[in-house]
């Protein structure tokens, strides 16, 4: 592909897209985490996904409407009783590795602007996490206005 394209079809996947989808999610895992993941249970898990509107959202990046998916981002909400207002969470953002450098990244991040900017959408805030080593992802976050809040992340599982 040119390097110089910048125009890319960002849109909402279809379900026939979930195993790309899955695949991405488990390449990202092991490219930043060094994470091997189940196949089967992220299978599932986009699947599920898909079925989730408006909690769960998907946008894909394609060079054609009917071309494959060479880049994702998942979008979650979460409800601000601070902000009145829903936190968008922009999580699973790959590209796939022949597609980089080709402006996919910030195609899916100006449609995710777009969309927040839309008062219908109820969008106060967008947000993601980033593993803290990982500073190409950091710097580009940075570059698109995005800044560091300062948080941690802390986890527990329920069981």
């Keep these: 592909m040119n390097p110089q394209k910048n125009h890319w079809q960002i849109e ?17 895992a092991l490219e930043t985490e060094n994470i091997n993941l189940d196949e089967a249970t992220v299978l599932s ?21 009917q071309g494959p998916v060479v880049g994702q981002l ?34 899916l991040f100006a449609k995710v602007a777009t969309l927040a900017a839309d008062p219908h959408q109820g969008a106060v805030l967008v947000r993601l996490y980033v593993e803290e080593h990982n500073s190409q992802a950091q710097k580009f976050y940075s ?9 941690q992340v802390w986890a527990r599982k329920p069981r």
């Design 45 to 65: 898990g986009v699947r599920r996904g898909l079925g989730l509107q408006p909690e769960v959202r998907y946008l894909v990046a394609r060079a054609t409407s």
């Design 12 to 28: 909402p996947p279809s379900e026939a897209d979930a195993p790309t989808l899955a695949r991405f999610n488990r390449l990202l």
């Design 143 to 151: 570059q698109i206005g995005m800044a560091n809040e300062g948080y």
């Design 74 to 107: 998942m979008l979650t909400r979460e409800w601000s009783d601070w902000r009145d207002g829903w936190v968008w969470w922009i999580q699973s953002v790959y590209v796939d590795m022949a597609h980089r450098r080709q402006g996919i990244m910030q195609a």
